[in-house]
């Protein structure tokens, strides 16, 4: 088995086959009865709600962008993926999470066993997990465009993004939104003690803005006007982040992102103002509504003691005020919060949620503190109080995988169902949705209602099923 760190990679370089070789990377095969959906897992209303289906592979995509030799997979049925083994292939890829390493090692399993497969290979965040290095041929850690570019005879030194295009809907089926991903730095350095973003990739690096410009014009091509923006931190260089928003603007796109407070806090004002103020074009006056639509910012917790302790450099009260100051624009927040650590307690945590839950967010994120592999906190955690849990299916922020010393999982289980009934209600949804319109037609009057109606329509419209698209990059 041979594991490759980014720079030691793009340094000895993958041996290049004579021939073209056959590779295919895959995800984990899809859960038929139970289809992944983000804002169903932080969510336990059955009544109404939005959904946020996790239907393509963000990194896969990119790969296939930069290296249009692969193939893909995008959560294929454990039939279909069974099917595309008999194709035979030099390698087969599997990108997985940490919580997908049990179905990823029996993918594994069965490449080998098919007798079609030359190597198995292992890449995205499940790779940082230490004992599955001993089951592939090669383990990649990080944005694998580089480290896998030699094995084609090729590089990929300037990322071209892909075109990511995906919808929100609701539990009645109806498609509300229509919606463009963008990612315009990659990697995070600030060194959270719980995340893994920085044992991923430590280097942030941003994405070329002729790339970004590039992909911006595909989807206003395709008529699609929102973009969410998914870096982990968006603005980690401020100067970059700041030529993005100039090009959002340019190309009259509705956007949100997720940033940390101390950039938000900034820029708020200033972003608003660009939304308020029109600006004529050639054509005429821009869309009705356009600009900054509002963020996701990682609360964590209330209490500095905590924030300092997982060194999340950020000052509780400033994070609020970030909150208020979105709020106060009529602008989307979305909130990520964190319950369980050892200070908790279960009066501890029910005060805290309620406190949340008063926020009145869009959408509030709860996790259960889990240590995870290669971070400063599961060292932590399995030093002092040790974890039981190995089993990773449970490493998915749901579940209290190690001693903590005043709750059991049982509780904690508990305390979590309870804490998401009561920060995500029944009227979120209706909430948010009053919230938008009303922002719509203050802005704009019957023209924005009109803009949001054509969301709609268009979101329904659309073909999602033409599988994943590519653009050219320069020169071609």
Same mark, same amino acid.
């Given at each position: 088995?041979?594991?490759?760190?980014?720079?030691?990679?793009?340094?000895?370089?993958?041996?290049?086959?004579?021939?073209?070789?056959?590779?295919?990377?895959?995800?984990?095969?899809?859960?038929?009865?139970?289809?992944?959906?983000?804002?169903?897992?932080?969510?336990?209303?059955?009544?109404?709600?939005? /959904?946020?289906?996790?239907?393509?592979?963000?990194?896969?995509?990119?790969?296939?962008?930069?290296?249009?030799?692969?193939?893909?997979?995008?959560?294929?049925?454990?039939?279909?993926?069974?099917?595309?083994?008999?194709?035979?292939?030099?390698?087969? $890829?599997?990108?997985?999470?940490?919580?997908?390493?049990?179905?990823?090692?029996?993918?594994?399993?069965?490449?080998?066993?098919?007798?079609?497969?030359?190597?198995?290979?292992?890449?995205?965040?499940?790779?940082?997990?230490?004992?599955?290095?001993?089951?592939?041929?090669?383990?990649?850690?990080?944005?694998?465009?580089?480290?896998?570019?030699?094995?084609?005879?090729?590089?990929?030194?300037?990322?071209?993004?892909?075109?990511?295009?995906?919808?929100?809907?609701?539990?009645?089926?109806?498609?509300?939104?229509?919606?463009?991903?963008?990612?315009?730095?990659?990697?995070?350095?600030?060194?959270?003690?719980?995340?893994?973003?920085?044992?991923?990739?430590? /280097?942030?690096?941003?994405?070329?803005?002729?790339?970004?410009?590039?992909?911006?014009?595909?989807?206003?091509?395709?008529?699609?006007?929102?973009?969410?923006?998914?870096?982990?931190?968006? $603005?980690?260089?401020?100067?970059?982040?700041?030529?993005?928003?100039?090009?959002?603007?340019?190309?009259?796109?509705?956007?949100?992102?997720?940033?940390?407070?101390?950039?938000?806090?900034?820029?708020?004002?200033?972003?608003?103002?660009?939304?308020?103020?029109?600006?004529?074009?050639?054509?005429?006056?821009?869309?009705?509504?356009?600009?900054?639509?509002?963020?996701?910012?990682?609360?964590?917790?209330?209490?500095?003691?905590?924030?300092?302790?997982?060194?999340?450099?950020?000052?509780?009260?400033?994070?609020?005020?970030?909150?208020?100051?979105?709020?106060?624009?009529?602008? $989307?927040?979305?909130?990520?919060?964190?319950?369980?650590?050892?200070?908790?307690?279960?009066?501890?945590?029910?005060?805290?949620?309620?406190?949340?839950?008063?926020?009145?967010?869009?959408?509030?994120?709860?996790?259960?503190?889990?240590?995870?592999?290669?971070?400063?906190?599961?060292?932590?955690?399995?030093?002092?109080?040790?974890?039981?849990?190995?089993?990773?299916?449970?490493?998915?922020?749901?579940?209290?995988?190690?001693?903590?010393?005043?709750?059991?999982?049982?509780?904690?289980?508990?305390?979590?169902?309870?804490?998401?009934? /009561?920060?995500?209600?029944?009227?979120?949804?209706?909430?948010?949705?009053?919230?938008?319109?009303?922002?719509?037609?203050?802005?704009?009057?019957?023209?924005?209602?009109?803009?949001?109606?054509?969301?709609?329509?268009?979101?329904?419209?659309?073909?999602?099923?033409?599988?994943?698209?590519?653009?050219?990059?320069?020169?071609?």
């Amino acid at each position: 088995m041979k594991s490759y760190e980014p720079e030691e990679a793009n340094r000895i370089g993958l041996e290049q086959k004579s021939a073209s070789p056959r590779v295919l990377f895959t995800t984990v095969y899809r859960n038929e009865t139970k289809p992944y959906d983000y804002i169903g897992a932080n969510s336990r209303s059955r009544w109404f709600r939005f /959904r946020w289906p996790r239907n393509q592979s963000f990194g896969l995509r990119f790969l296939k962008q930069n290296i249009p030799e692969i193939e893909i997979a995008e959560f294929p049925t454990f039939e279909d993926y069974r099917r595309r083994l008999a194709e035979g292939w030099d390698v087969v $890829g599997l990108s997985f999470y940490l919580s997908e390493t049990e179905e990823a090692l029996e993918m594994a399993d069965l490449a080998r066993a098919s007798g079609k497969v030359g190597e198995v290979w292992a890449g995205n965040y499940g790779a940082l997990t230490p004992e599955i290095k001993e089951k592939f041929d090669r383990v990649f850690v990080g944005y694998a465009e580089s480290q896998v570019a030699p094995y084609f005879g090729r590089t990929a030194e300037r990322i071209v993004h892909p075109p990511l295009i995906e919808h929100l809907d609701t539990t009645f089926g109806l498609k509300l939104n229509i919606y463009g991903a963008l990612f315009t730095i990659r990697g995070c350095s600030v060194g959270c003690k719980f995340c893994q973003a920085p044992c991923f990739c430590n /280097r942030p690096s941003p994405l070329p803005l002729e790339s970004i410009d590039r992909v911006l014009s595909y989807y206003q091509e395709q008529g699609i006007k929102v973009v969410v923006i998914e870096d982990e931190s968006f $603005g980690a260089n401020r100067r970059h982040a700041d030529r993005v928003v100039d090009l959002l603007d340019e190309h009259e796109m509705v956007w949100g992102c997720m940033a940390r407070a101390d950039y938000l806090r900034d820029k708020i004002d200033e972003w608003a103002e660009m939304r308020r103020t029109p600006k004529r074009r050639s054509c005429g006056w821009r869309n009705p509504v356009s600009g900054f639509a509002g963020a996701a910012i990682g609360i964590e917790n209330f209490h500095q003691e905590v924030l300092d302790d997982v060194t999340k450099r950020e000052r509780a009260e400033e994070i609020l005020e970030t909150v208020e100051r979105l709020q106060h624009h009529g602008l $989307g927040t979305v909130g990520y919060y964190m319950i369980g650590f050892a200070g908790d307690t279960k009066g501890s945590m029910k005060e805290d949620i309620e406190r949340l839950a008063a926020l009145k967010l869009d959408l509030t994120q709860i996790c259960v503190l889990t240590p995870l592999p290669k971070t400063e906190l599961w060292e932590e955690i399995d030093r002092r109080y040790g974890i039981f849990d190995r089993d990773y299916h449970h490493y998915d922020g749901k579940h209290l995988v190690w001693n903590h010393p005043s709750i059991t999982p049982s509780e904690m289980e508990r305390v979590l169902d309870r804490s998401m009934r /009561r920060v995500n209600p029944r009227t979120a949804p209706l909430r948010s949705s009053a919230r938008i319109w009303k922002k719509a037609y203050q802005e704009a009057g019957l023209a924005g209602i009109r803009e949001l109606l054509s969301y709609i329509f268009r979101a329904n419209r659309f073909d999602y099923d033409r599988g994943p698209r590519m653009l050219k990059a320069d020169g071609d």
